[in-house]
């Protein structure tokens, strides 16, 4: 495997990622941000935080299998929030939880960020999914 996520003594825990990936390879994987729509473009779970985090992830999930790699090749996850709030993130653990036997997410997460934005490209997306990966 060439990548390897893990949380060393003495950072926060518990947390719903790893604090840290090291990875080993020399092909890298960059899936632009995604969102909650289909491929023909129909928006997912309007207005719905947790549906749309969900979708998104589906989303990332098929751009990384395109390239080959899979969430266990993911060094690291950044999520944009529309108008975050920490009253959010029940709703944000609802999606991720919902989806991750089905599209292969480990959980904890690999190392992510969360980054609380006031819009993202279209009034209806909340949330948008990078992801890098790495495979030999």
């Known amino acids: 495997m060439t990548v390897r996520h893990f949380t060393p003594h003495g950072m926060l825990q518990p947390a719903p990622y790893h604090h840290v990936a090291v990875g080993t390879g020399t092909r890298h994987v960059h899936v632009s941000g995604q969102v909650a729509r289909r491929a023909d473009g129909t928006p997912v779970a309007p207005g719905d935080l947790a549906g749309q985090v969900a979708q998104a992830l ?65 009034p209806d997306v909340l949330v948008e999914v990078e992801a890098t990966a790495l495979l030999d």
């Open 58 to 122: 589906r989303n990332t999930s098929i751009g990384l299998a395109g390239a080959g790699a899979s969430f266990a090749d993911v060094l690291r996850l950044t999520f944009y929030v529309t108008g975050w709030s920490p009253g959010k993130i029940t709703a944000f653990m609802a999606g991720v939880e919902s989806v991750a036997d089905e599209i292969g997410l480990q959980l904890p997460m690999p190392p992510a960020s969360l980054i609380g934005v006031a819009h993202l490209f279209e």
